[in-house]
T-cell receptor, first 113, second 112 residues
Framework: GESVGLHLPTLSVQEGDNSIINCAYS??????FIWYKQESGKGPQFIID?????DKRQGQRVTVLLNKTVKHLSLQIAATQPGDSAVYFC????????????FGKGTHLIIQP | KAGVTQTPRYLIKTRGQQVTLSCSPI?????VSWYQQTPGQGLQFLFE???????NKGNFPGRFSGRQFSNSRSEMNVSTLELGDSALYLC???????????FGSGTRLTVV
């Protein structure tokens, strides 16, 4: 079964607001997580990653938070722009990576003008 | 630095035929993974190659196979195509496994 899931299939936010996309995972052995952005007709684009020995990691306008206690991962996008419209996937690697990346179903982020 | 290149971008095949898809990883990347993306099943792991050796394999039938060449380029093959094999096939490369996978744009396979 799938061990990585997302709480909402669609998230609509106003341009300029902050967006928070959530992800739950079930396997405590997961030790590496990646957030990807996929635009229509394109492959997933790497946004940011985090290892299980970290709680937070920041990039340009993005922050990933990892809460191992409740097995929860979130992606925060600051000052959302129209170009942020896409489907966002969280992905995890379990232990030694024998199953490759396990992806969640994805959240479609819609930016309202 | 050039990204991950997949060819062809689009492909239409008839049920029962076989197909070969190609992936050229980012220069210096030795790990190449393949994924299948469908609306119903989402993104699913097919297999991963590292230094010409298959490192691991997902839960797909034996009709799905792959290989990696000494220059890290990879091919995947699907034999005896079924309608359900219609999907976007994505290749990802990485300098090493379990780290920072970069995806190509994919090959859209349609089986009719």
């Amino acid at each position: 079964g799938e061990s990585v899931g997302l709480h909402l299939p669609t998230l609509s936010v106003q341009e300029g607001d902050n967006s928070i996309i959530n992800c739950a995972y079930s396997n405590s052995a997961s030790d590496y997580f990646i957030w990807y952005k996929q635009e229509s007709g394109k492959g997933p684009q790497f946004i940011i990653d985090i290892r299980s020995n970290m709680d937070k990691r920041q990039g340009q306008r993005v922050t990933v938070l990892l809460n191992k206690t409740v097995k929860h991962l979130s992606l925060q996008i600051a000052a959302t722009q129209p170009g942020d419209s896409a489907v966002y996937f969280c992905a995890e690697i379990l232990g030694g990576g024998a199953d490759g990346l396990t992806f969640g179903k994805g959240t479609h982020l819609i930016i309202q003008p | 630095k050039a990204g991950v290149t997949q060819t062809p971008r689009y492909l239409i095949k008839t049920r029962g035929q076989q197909v070969t898809l190609s992936c050229s990883p980012i220069s210096g990347h030795r790990s190449v993974s393949w994924y299948q993306q469908t609306p119903g099943q989402g993104l699913q792991f097919l297999f991963e190659y590292f230094s010409e050796t298959q490192r691991n394999k997902g839960n797909f039938p034996g009709r799905f196979s792959g290989r990696q060449f000494s220059n890290s380029r990879s091919e995947m093959n699907v034999s005896t195509l079924e309608l359900g094999d219609s999907a976007l096939y994505l290749c990802a490369s990485s300098e090493t496994f379990n780290y920072g996978y970069t995806f190509g744009s994919g090959t859209r396979l349609t089986v009719v």
